[in-house]
C-alpha cells in the first residue's frame, strides 16, 4: 500500500491490486494524503483467471509491463506439529505458488516490454520476501519455508531472464508493522491449546513479539521499504538481494559470521527461553 502510493506520487503508472477491493478504504487514505491516484484493481493471486483478467487489462491500457512487485502475503505463526497440514499448504499456496502464478503469467508481457525497451534490465521483478527466507526462526517454521522457497525460485529465475533484460530482485525486509501486516497474520489453530507440548513457547513468542511492537525496538518504517523498491527501480543495475531494517541486517549477519552452534544458543535463549 506504501509503495504504491509512493511510486503513483513519483508520477508511475502504478496498477495496484488486492483480493477484495471493499479493504481499499487505507489506500485511498493513503493516496489522499500524497496528492495521487492509481489504478486498484481486484487480483487473487491463487486464481489463474483472476490473474489473467489483470494481465489483460494492463496489455489493453498500457501495452507494457515495465515494474511486476510480488508482494502479497501473509504469515502464520505456529510450532510445526501445532500446524495442520492445510494450514501450511495455505501458506505456500499465496507466499510461493501465489508469485510463481502471476510472474509466469506476466512474463509474455515482460519480455516483450524488455525487447523493446532502450534500457537494458529496466524491466524487472521484484521479489518481497523476508530475512525469515535467509533465517528461519521457531514458531514460524510454514512461513520462513515459504519464503526460502521464493529465495531459491528468484535466484534461478535471475539467470534464467537475463538473456531477455529481465532482472529479478529480492527484498527481504525484517520486522514491519502495518495494518495491512497485522491483518495478514495468522496463528495456528492448535497453538492456544493448553494441551498443546508447545503452548508455552507458543505464549512466550507472542509476548516477544508483542513487546517488540509496542517497544518498536527493531520495527522498522513501511516507507523506509518503500524508498528501496523505488531505488530498485531506478537503478540500472541491481544485486540479486536487498535487506531491509536494522533487525533482519543484523540477524542475517549474524547468522553467517557465527557457527551455527553459537548462533543457535542466541536463537533458544531470545525465542524459547532455552539456555544450553
Known amino acids: 500500500?506504501?509503495?504504491?502510493?509512493?511510486?503513483?506520487?513519483?508520477?508511475?503508472?502504478?496498477?495496484?491490486?488486492?483480493?477484495?477491493?471493499?479493504?481499499?478504504?487505507?489506500?485511498?487514505?493513503?493516496?489522499?494524503?500524497?496528492?495521487?491516484?492509481?489504478?486498484?484493481?481486484?487480483?487473487?493471486v491463487c486464481d489463474d483467471v483472476s490473474i489473467q483478467n489483470?494481465?489483460?487489462?494492463?496489455?489493453?491500457?498500457?501495452?507494457?509491463?515495465?515494474?511486476?512487485?510480488?508482494?502479497?502475503?501473509?504469515?502464520?505463526?505456529?510450532?510445526?506439529?501445532?500446524?495442520?497440514?492445510?494450514?501450511?499448504?495455505?501458506?505456500?499456496?499465496?507466499?510461493?505458488?501465489?508469485?510463481?502464478?502471476?510472474?509466469?503469467i506476466a512474463l509474455p508481457l515482460m519480455r516483450k516490454t524488455a525487447i523493446q525497451s532502450k534500457d537494458m534490465f529496466s524491466t524487472k521483478i521484484i521479489n518481497l520476501s523476508s530475512a525469515q527466507g535467509r533465517s528461519a526462526l521457531p514458531g514460524l517454521g510454514a512461513y520462513g519455508s515459504s519464503k526460502f522457497a521464493l529465495e531459491g525460485f528468484s535466484e534461478s529465475l535471475f539467470f534464467e531472464l537475463q538473456p531477455f533484460g529481465v532482472e529479478v530482485v529480492l527484498l527481504e525486509p525484517g520486522t514491519y508493522s502495518t495494518k495491512a501486516i497485522d491483518e495478514n497474520s495468522k496463528e495456528a489453530h492448535a497453538g492456544s491449546n493448553l494441551q498443546s507440548p508447545y503452548f508455552e513457547y507458543t505464549n512466550?513468542?507472542?509476548?516477544?513479539?508483542?513487546?517488540?511492537?509496542?517497544?518498536?525496538?527493531?520495527?522498522?518504517?513501511?516507507?523506509?521499504?518503500?524508498?528501496?523498491?523505488?531505488?530498485?527501480?531506478?537503478r540500472k543495475k541491481n544485486k540479486l538481494r536487498y535487506l531491509a531494517g536494522s533487525q533482519a541486517k543484523i540477524r542475517v549477519w549474524l547468522r553467517s559470521v557465527l557457527p551455527f552452534h553459537w548462533f543457535s544458543k542466541i536463537i533458544l535463549k531470545l525465542a524459547m527461553g532455552i539456555a544450553k
Open 1 to 44: 500500500m506504501i509503495s504504491a502510493a509512493r511510486l503513483s506520487s513519483l508520477g508511475y503508472t502504478v496498477y495496484a491490486s488486492m483480493r477484495d477491493l471493499s479493504k481499499s478504504s487505507d489506500l485511498k487514505v493513503e493516496l489522499e494524503r500524497r496528492d495521487t491516484n492509481c489504478h486498484m484493481i481486484e487480483l487473487d
Open 54 to 104: 489483470t494481465i489483460n487489462t494492463i496489455t489493453e491500457q498500457e501495452g507494457k509491463l515495465d515494474i511486476l512487485i510480488n508482494n502479497a502475503g501473509y504469515g502464520i505463526g505456529g510450532f510445526f506439529e501445532d500446524l495442520s497440514e492445510k494450514e501450511v499448504r495455505d501458506q505456500f499456496e499465496t507466499n510461493f505458488f501465489g508469485v510463481q502464478k502471476v510472474t509466469r
Open 204 to 234: 512466550r513468542l507472542k509476548n516477544l513479539h508483542s513487546k517488540i511492537l509496542d517497544t518498536r525496538r527493531g520495527v522498522g518504517d513501511p516507507e523506509d521499504v518503500a524508498v528501496i523498491i523505488e531505488k530498485i527501480i531506478k
